[in-house]
């Protein structure tokens, strides 16, 4: 089954920012590994995804990969934390009926020389279906975040609402984030907008919390964690809210 499977190249347009020699000795049979997902009409699932330390070898690979279909009114929820793993990945290929909703965010935290990567390829093939994608990256290092997504909205899929946003927080010098999105629409009556921007610590913020007796490094870990936090604001689990910004967090304090 695996004879037709070959590890990607950085010609590869999905893996253009990706650390492909993580890849050598990896078994085919578990690149090739996905898992298939189908959320009934009208229904509601969330999926989380966590990508450590503690779950990941922080010197090898770790890829996630999910085939989504998304039933008529139904709505797919996806919330991640990358923070593990010399090259962390989630893949997600998701296909929307009518009315349906897919809602994600993700978080990409780390140094070193790793990469930590959200790619999505999202396909509106229905009238009347939404997404909105939101992710942040905070890295440090020679650490690298990247957020590739896809949408496809066929010609049938009018009143499609589709939306992107991406921000990336480089914390040292040498730190380098990667936004790619693609747009490809072939129905005249939709809404399709992304954003990305990237930038440092806000000096501003940090100096005003030091006035007010903050050490800097408590002031660089409530900034993060509010500029990580947009990511998880749909996601109306506190508990499990603050389980992902934890462990995103717990990876910055291991840098501070």
């Not at 499990?240 to 934890?246: F, K, P, T, V």
């Amino acid at each position: 089954m695996t004879q037709d499977v070959a590890f990607p190249t950085r010609k590869d347009e999905a893996w253009r920012y990706s650390d492909t020699d993580a890849l050598a000795g990896m078994d085919l049979g578990v690149f090739d590994r996905w898992q298939d997902i189908e959320v009934p009409a009208g229904e509601t699932l969330r999926e989380t995804l966590v990508i450590s330390d503690e779950n990941a070898d922080p010197d090898g690979v770790e890829l996630r990969r999910l085939r989504v279909k998304i039933g008529k009114g139904a709505r797919f929820e996806l919330f991640g934390v990358i923070a593990g793993a010399q090259l962390g990945r989630v893949e997600v290929v998701l296909t929307l009926a009518e009315g349906a909703h897919f809602e994600m965010g993700g978080i990409t935290v780390g140094g070193r020389s790793t990469v930590r990567e959200f790619v999505t390829r999202v396909a509106h093939e229905e009238p009347n279906a939404t997404s909105n994608q939101i992710v942040r990256s905070v890295h440090w290092g020679k650490g690298t975040g990247n957020f590739l997504g896809r949408i496809d909205v066929v010609r049938d899929a009018q009143k499609t609402d589709a939306a992107q946003s991406f921000k990336g927080l480089l914390l040292e010098k040498g730190a380098s984030v990667n936004a790619v999105p693609q747009l490809e629409i072939f129905a005249d009556d939709v809404k399709c907008e992304h954003g990305a921007s990237v930038g440092q610590m806000d000096e501003n913020a940090r100096f005003y919390m030091a006035a007010r007796g903050l050490s800097p490094e408590a002031s660089r870990r409530l900034l993060v964690q509010a500029f990580i936090g947009d990511a998880l604001v749909e996601l109306d689990d506190e508990a499990e809210q603050e389980r992902l910004l934890r462990i995103a967090l717990d990876k910055l304090d291991k840098h501070l």
